[in-house]
C-alpha cells in the first residue's frame, strides 16, 4: 500500500463538495480529458508548475533561483519547455503568481489539515470529499485516508467520474458515506471522444454502488453544445431510473478554471462559450423531476 499520494490541493471551507462545511482533498491525476475540465491542473499525473501572470509583481526573485524566469523590460519571461516543476521558485514568490500543483502528501500530512477544521464539520454536517482529477486511480491511498477520518467520526464522500473498475470502488467502500458519480453525457460514442469516459462502465458502477447499498449521487455537469438539449435530459433520466435510481445534482458549466488554463500555457477550447441561462437549466430540471428522480440545481 502506498504510504503518500499526489495531492494537487486542499480547499478548506468548501461548500459545493457535499453538506456543510467540507475540506476538499483534490488528487492529481485523471484517465479522462474532458474538453471543459475546470480542473485542468489536476488532469496530469506529475507536478505542475502554473505562471499566473496577472499576479506577477516582476519583483525577479523567481530569476535568482531558476533559469527558467527572466524579467526582460518590464515582463517576465517563462521558459515553460525547461521547467522541471521543482517548485522551488514558487517558494519565494511573494505574490502568489507561481503555483506547484502536485505535492506528495502522507495521510498523516493530509490529515494535519483535515483536523484543523474538525469542530465545523460536526457543527455543519460537514466532513471531507475526496476529488480530483480522479481519486480512486490512488484507491488505496484514499482507503487509508478515509479510514483515518472514519476513526474520528468524520464523513468521507468519494468525488469521481466513476470509468474504472469497481474493484477501485471496494478498496474504498468500508469507510465512506457516500459517493458522487459524474455522467458526463447520454451517448458512448460522444461521451468517448470529448472526455474519454466509458459509459456502459459508468451505468454499471452506478448499479453495483446501488445493490451494495451506497448512497449515490449522480452529478451530471450540463455543458453547452454537448448535453444541455432536453433529448439528453430525457436520456440521461432513463439512464439513472434504469441503473440506480440515485438522487441527480445538475452542475452548471463555468468557465472560473479559464485563468488555469492560461497559466498552464494551454488552450481552453471552451473560453468563449457563455453560461447557459437559468430557465434553461429549469426546463432541464423539469425533465429528471417528472422522471420521477430527486434533482436539484448546484449554485
Known sequence: MKNKALISDIQH?????????RTTVFFKGCNLSCLWCHNPESISSGPELLFFERLCSRCSRCALICPCHQIVEGRHLFRREKCVSCGKC?????SGALKLYGKSMSAEDIMEEILQDEEF?????????LSGGEPLLQAEFCALLAQECQKRGIPVIIDTAGSLSYAQFEKVLPFITGVYLDLKGDSSQKMLEQTGAKLELILDNLSRLIKDKI?????????????????SAVKSAQYIKAYGPAPVNLIPFH??????YAAM????????????APDRLEQLLKIYTNAGLEAEIMK
Open 13 to 21: 471551507f468548501s461548500l459545493g463538495d457535499g453538506p456543510g462545511i
Open 90 to 94: 514558487a517558494q519565494f514568490c511573494p
Open 121 to 129: 464539520y460536526f457543527q455543519s454536517g460537514g466532513g471531507v470529499t
Open 215 to 231: 448512497d449515490v449521487t449522480v452529478r451530471i455537469p450540463v455543458i453547452p453544445g454537448y448535453n444541455d438539449t432536453p433529448q
Open 255 to 260: 468557465r472560473l478554471g479559464s485563468q488555469k
Open 265 to 276: 500555457g494551454t488552450n481552453y477550447a471552451y473560453s468563449q462559450i457563455p453560461p447557459l
